[in-house]
Structure formats: C-alpha cells, structure tokens
Antibody
Framework: QITLKESGPTLVKPTQTLTLTCIFSGISLSTSGVGVGWIRQPPGKALEWLALIYWNDVKDYSPSLNSRLTITKDTSKDQVVLTLTNMAPVDTATYYC?????????????????WGQGTLVTVSS | DIQMTQSPSSVSASVGDRVTITCRASQGIRNWLVWYQQKPGKAPNLLIDAASILASGVPSRFSGSPSGTDFTLTISSLQPEDFATYYCQQSNSFPLTFGGGTKVEIK
C-alpha cells in the first residue's frame, strides 16, 4: 500500500519561506520509474502543479513559480521536501504531494497515481 | 504552456443520468490526458489515464474518449457517490497543467 503525508506549518507570514515535507511509504525514490510531485489548490479553486522530482534526481518546476521553488529528495528517509520562498497571501492553499509510479521503470510518468491528504497553508501577518 | 479548458464548469444531474464532461487542450497532446475525481475536503483520486484507461478499482460506468484535442469523460449512470468535482490534466509535457474543474451537483 502506497501512502503519502504532507507536513509543515499551517500559518506563515508574508515574505517568509515555506518548507513542506512529504513522507511516503510503499515506494522508494531509489527505484526507477518513481517520482514525487507537489500540487496546490487555493480554497475553492482549481489544482495547480508546482514541482516534481524523479528517482534519478531529474526535476521540473512550474515556470510561473520557478524562481521561488526548490524540490529535493532524501532517499534514505523516504521523503521529499518542497521550499517556496517569499510567501504571499495568494499562496494560501492546500498543498498536496503525490506519487507517480511507472511500472516499466523506463519512463518519466506524469500522472499522479497516489495522493497525500494535503495540508492547508495560510499566509497572513 | 498547454492550456486545458473544461466545460461545463458545473452540471446538475440526477441519479441515473448520463453525464458528459469535456476537456480541450490548446495544442496536441496525443492521448496524454488524465482525469481525477475530487470529493469535498479530500485529495483528488486518479480516475482515467491516457485518455481512456480506467484506473484500478474505478467502476465501468466511467469512460474516457479522445478526439483530437478534445477529450470526454462520461458517467453512464450517475450514482450518489459520483457527486464530486472532476479535473483533467495533460500529461504530455512540462509544465503539467490542469483544467478548471467541473462540479457535478445533485439536481
């Protein structure tokens, strides 16, 4: 069974840096074909993809947030960390991490197979 | 970036109704189109991959079909547990992009 869980602050102040951790089980980022990504959803709005990291450390970021985002992995701890700098009220959202698992192990899958429960982050002074 | 446009934004339907949701890509994405279902307060759940492949455990009343840059999600006979918001996502290329969502409401 694959599970993911997000953790981090529920409230951050404007201009601060948000650091979120995704801890997962049932998959390993040392296995070919596995990736973990982050998606966010402002209250009442649509989903927005943020970043993704694959087993071989290939990464990709949303162009609109690229300068503010960093995604890293710690394979030994089965976790992925996302940082988002210079937070603003418009960044208030539920942040989800999700796993991508390509059965063949050969491809950079871009479908989110398994999702965490999400964590609501509010940006306010 | 590839823009994904969903329509309608909301639909009211009754149990047993046939419901169709459309997603249009701003450029060709072959069949790299994903559908998710999201219930209130919950994370999205994978429904259909590669435009028409049902994810594990998804009931057969759900189906997806591609036609060029237009993609359709059909629920053949709406059940009470299907009232939710549905999102499409293109999985053709980065940056990954989602549609605006379609809320299926009880009539």
């Amino acid at each position: 069974q694959i599970t993911l869980k997000e953790s981090g602050p529920t409230l951050v102040k404007p201009t601060q840096t948000l650091t979120l951790t995704c801890i997962f089980s049932g998959i390993s980022l040392s296995t070919s074909g596995v990736g973990v990504g982050w998606i966010r959803q402002p209250p009442g709005k649509a989903l927005e993809w943020l970043a993704l990291i694959y087993w071989n450390d290939v990464k990709d970021y949303s162009p609109s947030l690229n300068s503010r985002l960093t995604i890293t992995k710690d394979t030994s701890k089965d976790q992925v960390v996302l940082t988002l700098t210079n937070m603003a009220p418009v960044d208030t959202a539920t942040y989800y991490c999700a796993a991508l698992v390509d059965p063949s192990g050969n491809h950079y899958r871009k479908t989110f197979d398994h999702w965490g429960q999400g964590t609501l982050v509010t940006v306010s002074s | 970036d590839i823009q994904m446009t969903q329509s309608p934004s909301s639909v009211s339907a009754s149990v047993g109704d046939r419901v169709t949701i459309t997603c249009r890509a701003s450029q060709g994405i072959r069949n790299w189109l994903v559908w998710y279902q999201q219930k209130p307060g919950k994370a999205p759940n994978l429904l259909i991959d590669a435009a028409s492949i049902l994810a594990s455990g998804v009931p057969s009343r759900f189906s997806g079909s591609p036609s060029g840059t237009d993609f359709t999600l059909t629920i053949s006979s709406l059940q009470p547990e299907d009232f939710a918001t549905y999102y499409c996502q293109q999985s053709n290329s980065f940056p990954l992009t989602f549609g605006g969502g379609t809320k299926v409401e009880i009539k």
